[in-house]
């Protein structure tokens, strides 16, 4: 298993350039099965989590191709396509999930399995099956496959989320664009990706408005065609890079950057004295003063602060001056990073969804591990302002969800390495 070195050193000056989403991406793939027509992705991460989201689409008949390096993915779902995600794909990654809606539109039936645990809380379907089930589906759990089906097709309906849960509203949108008649969900959620999603559907022919509010209107079309579409730019990427310079000084411009995908993070960015300028080319990040200021962080759906870069604002927050509050509100086990960064000599407290950060001056290198994917790379982050020599361990989970993280920090600076392991 791979590992990565990172060795503290001085400040950090250059570009970034930030993927496309890794969650819209995961998004967008599935809906190559709701048309017969091609669908060619753009400006896609070249990561882990997308060539599982590949091999299981290929399992269910589509025809997938990488091209560019693997920036563009064209996809054909003309063939046969089999209604069943079997448990040995969809177990490696929840968004495997999202092929539910699709099939069942396309096919008036599916059989996909429970994603199982996930080391982040126990991220139930429940709230993907009410919503479907109102639309006329019926969805009965059996050895842990939740087998659904409808009686002559997906209807029209107005459902009221319980929870703004971004992959129930995808799973809805994607399903209503064939169903017959009105849908309209509402407490959708609103984060930038289900926005590229509709998008992207209505390039194919989907009826959708409302998308980015709290209620969307779908019209159910018989048919869609196939469409280009480029994959949006990935603000938790972008967000995760912006707090390089804020661990170690220097100025960064994140390529493709955009405030408006991530108002919040750049509030509290402010908040803590850090200065973000919005350019032509992207977003500008530089530490205001030497030290950091605290800051309080509640974890909220979009527009709020996303819980994907909790943990890394939790390292930083370790060296600021003063002790700041941070409440998991989205996952119930969501801080895991926390004792790892103590082992680097940071002092953090947690009590149930929230944790006590009091600021250090200083934290030391240390040989770490990354538990899931947001953790890892907040590891990295705190590695390059330490002491020493931090070696985090077991960064498959970073590469799920970072291209190249080593390159893209070595070119601005950084003393990083991957240390390639059996
Ligand atoms: C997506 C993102 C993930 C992000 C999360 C919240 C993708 C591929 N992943 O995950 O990176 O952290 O949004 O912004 O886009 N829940 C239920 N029942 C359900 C569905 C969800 O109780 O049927 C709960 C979950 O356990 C969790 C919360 O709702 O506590 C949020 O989940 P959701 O918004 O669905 O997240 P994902 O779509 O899985």
Same mark, same amino acid.
Do not use: W
């Given at each position: 298993?791979? =590992?990565?070195?990172?060795?503290?050193?001085g400040p950090l000056n250059g570009d970034i350039p930030i993927a496309g989403a890794k969650n819209?991406?995961?998004?967008?793939?599935?809906?190559?099965?709701?048309?017969?027509?091609?669908? !060619?992705?753009?400006?896609?991460?070249?990561? =882990?989590? $997308?060539?599982?989201?590949?091999?299981?689409?290929?399992?269910?008949?589509?025809?997938v191709t990488k091209m560019q390096d693997g920036k563009v993915i064209a996809m054909a779902s003309?063939?046969?396509?089999s209604p069943v995600a079997d448990y040995d794909i969809v177990r490696k990654m929840r968004a495997?999930?999202?092929?539910?809606?699709?099939?069942?539109?396309?096919?008036?039936?599916?059989?996909?399995?429970?994603?199982?645990?996930?080391? %982040?809380?126990?991220?139930?379907?429940?709230?993907?099956?009410?919503?479907?089930?109102?639309?006329?589906?019926?969805?009965?759990?059996?050895?842990?496959?939740?087998?659904?089906?409808?009686?002559?097709?997906?209807?029209?309906?107005?459902?009221?989320?319980?929870?703004?849960?971004?992959?129930?509203?995808?799973?809805?949108?994607?399903?209503?664009?064939?169903?017959?008649?009105?849908?309209?969900?509402?407490?959708?959620?609103?984060?930038?990706?289900?926005?590229?999603?509709?998008?992207?559907?209505?390039?194919?022919?989907? &009826?959708?408005?409302?998308?980015?509010?709290?209620? %969307?209107? $779908? &019209?159910?079309?018989?048919?869609?065609?196939?469409?280009?579409?480029?994959?949006? !730019?990935?603000? %938790?990427?972008?967000?995760?890079?912006?707090?390089?310079?804020?661990?170690?000084?220097?100025?960064? !411009?994140?390529?493709?950057?955009?405030?408006?995908?991530?108002?919040?993070?750049?509030?509290?960015?402010?908040?803590?004295?850090?200065?973000?300028?919005?350019?032509?080319?992207?977003?500008?990040?530089?530490?205001?003063?030497?030290?950091?200021?605290?800051?309080?962080?509640?974890?909220?759906?979009?527009?709020?602060?996303?819980?994907?870069? &909790?943990? &890394?604002?939790?390292?930083?927050?370790?060296?600021?001056?003063?002790?700041?509050?941070?409440?998991?509100?989205?996952?119930?086990?969501?801080?895991?990073?926390?004792?790892?960064?103590?082992?680097?000599?940071?002092? $953090?407290?947690?009590?149930?969804?929230?944790?006590?950060?009091?600021?250090?001056?200083?934290?030391?290198?240390?040989?770490?591990?990354?538990?899931?994917?947001?953790?890892?790379?907040?590891?990295?982050?705190?590695?390059?302002?330490?002491?020493?020599?931090?070696?985090?361990?077991?960064?498959?989970?970073?590469?799920?969800?970072?291209?190249?993280?080593?390159?893209?920090?070595?070119?601005?600076?950084?003393?990083?390495?991957?240390? !390639?392991?059996?």
């Open positions: 298993m791979d =590992s990565i070195i990172v060795t503290g050193n819209a991406c995961l998004a967008l793939m599935p809906a190559t099965l709701l048309s017969e027509e091609p669908l !060619t992705l753009t400006n896609a991460p070249r990561l =882990s989590d $997308i060539k599982t989201m590949t091999a299981l689409l290929e399992s269910l008949g589509a025809e003309h063939g046969e396509i495997s999930n999202l092929v539910l809606g699709p099939l069942l539109a396309r096919m008036g039936h599916a059989v996909v399995s429970l994603p199982g645990g996930c080391a %982040i809380g126990a991220r139930p379907m429940d709230l993907h099956v009410d919503a479907l089930t109102a639309m006329g589906a019926e969805i009965e759990l059996k050895e842990g496959y939740l087998h659904a089906k409808t009686n002559g097709g997906l209807k029209g309906a107005v459902h009221e989320l319980r929870f703004a849960s971004v992959g129930a509203t995808e799973n809805v949108l994607m399903a209503a664009t064939l169903a017959k008649g009105t849908t309209v969900l509402k407490n959708a959620a609103r984060e930038p990706e289900i926005v590229d999603l509709a998008d992207c559907l209505r390039k194919m022919g989907a &009826q959708i408005e409302g998308d980015g509010t709290s209620t %969307i209107e $779908i &019209q159910g079309v018989d048919r869609l065609h196939g469409a280009t579409h480029p994959v949006v !730019t990935d603000r %938790i990427e972008l967000g995760t890079y912006m707090l390089a310079p804020a661990f170690c000084g220097g100025e960064v !411009t994140c390529l493709g950057g955009r405030i408006d995908l991530i108002g919040a993070f750049c509030e509290k960015l402010d908040a803590a004295g850090i200065e973000v300028t919005e350019c032509a080319r992207g977003l500008t990040v530089k530490r205001r003063g030497d030290r950091i200021k605290a800051v309080d962080i509640v974890t909220e759906p979009f527009p709020g602060f996303p819980t994907d870069l &909790q943990a &890394q604002m939790m390292a930083l927050l370790c060296l600021a001056d003063g002790t700041s509050v941070l409440e998991e509100k989205i996952f119930e086990n969501r801080f895991m990073h926390a004792p790892e960064l103590v082992r680097m000599g940071a002092n $953090i407290d947690v009590q149930g969804g929230v944790a006590t950060v009091h600021g250090v001056e200083k934290m030391k290198g240390a040989p770490v591990m990354a538990t899931d994917l947001r953790a890892s790379v907040s590891l990295i982050l705190a590695g390059l302002a330490a002491e020493g020599e931090t070696i985090v361990n077991r960064v498959y989970h970073l590469d799920r969800g970072y291209e190249r993280v080593e390159e893209k920090l070595g070119n601005v600076g950084a003393k990083i390495e991957r240390i !390639t392991g059996q």
